[in-house]
């Protein structure tokens, strides 16, 4: 499985971004995708993610901010950020999962700041 996200860049506080992640290759066997974040200095932690059935699950820093979505018919998953703070500031990874296998994307940079 190959990841291509795109839709990074520098916003202001308040601002909104839109993430979109495309998978390619070996999609077939897809369970969940979703969003992964590293602040530097920082481990990496979840963002949000979203099961086939499309039951989602939110770090609680992001709830009632951010929304996951997938189109599996262009086999897309995209993050929905709105109100953003300093402190999202992080590159942005999208990941799927393929069985006990999961696939990591190449990154895009969120860079909240005045």
């Known amino acids: 499985v190959q990841l291509q996200a795109s839709g990074g860049g520098l916003v202001q506080p308040g601002g909104s971004l839109r993430l979109s992640c495309l998978a390619s290759?070996?999609?077939?066997?897809?369970?969940?995708m979703g969003w992964y974040r590293q602040a530097p200095g920082k481990q990496r932690d979840l963002v949000a993610s979203?099961?086939?059935?499309?039951?989602?699950n939110y770090a609680a820093s992001v709830k009632g901010r951010f929304t996951i979505s997938r189109d599996n018919s262009k086999n897309t998953v995209n993050l929905q950020m709105n109100n953003l703070k300093p402190e999202d500031t992080a590159v942005y990874f999208c990941?799927?999962?393929?069985?006990?296998?999961?696939?990591w994307g190449q990154g895009t940079l969120v860079t909240v700041s005045s």
């Open positions: 990941v799927s999962r393929v069985g006990v296998n999961v696939y």
């Open positions: 290759g070996s999609i077939f066997g897809i369970t969940t």
């Open positions: 979203m099961s086939n059935d499309g039951s989602s």
